[in-house]
């Protein structure tokens, strides 16, 4: 049975950093594109950045871009979303999420209906 896990969540001041990292098991990452996901309360959950499987390529949603940096260590089998310059609207659950990459999928990548498998999810907190 493939589990995604996430990690690194927790409460932080605003403009303050975190890092989450997100590792399969009964997975191996390495053919895998992987996304993050955040759903505030209330709220529906949106798309905040993804990594095709070799690394090169990324996209990221406007409210991120410049503050999240999303990468992946294949030899680790983990991915990273380092987040910097939190805001509190940055505030939600973070899920991570993987799909088997092909060519041109980060076309697709910002909508969730795109993945396979996904994560239980970490809560980021930050506090102004």
């Known amino acids: 049975q493939v589990q995604l896990v996430e990690s690194g969540g927790g409460l932080v001041q605003a403009g303050g950093s975190l890092r989450l990292s997100c590792a399969p098991s009964?997975?191996?990452?390495?053919?895998?594109?992987t996304g993050w996901f955040r759903q505030a309360p209330g709220k529906e959950r949106e798309f905040v950045a993804a990594?095709?499987?070799?690394?090169?390529?990324?996209k990221y949603a406007d409210s991120v871009k410049g503050r999240f940096t999303i990468s992946r260590d294949n030899a680790k089998n983990t991915v990273y979303l380092q987040m910097s310059s939190l805001k509190p609207e940055d505030t939600a659950v973070y899920y991570c999420?993987?799909?088997?990459?092909?060519?041109?999928?980060?076309?697709?990548?910002?909508?969730?209906?795109?993945?396979?498998?996904w994560g239980q999810g970490t809560q980021v907190t930050v506090s102004s």
């Open positions: 999420a993987a799909d088997f990459d092909q060519p041109a999928w980060l076309v697709g990548a910002e909508r969730g209906i795109t993945y396979d498998y």
């Open positions: 990594i095709t499987w070799s690394g090169v390529d990324t």
């Open positions: 009964g997975l191996t990452f390495r053919r895998y594109a």
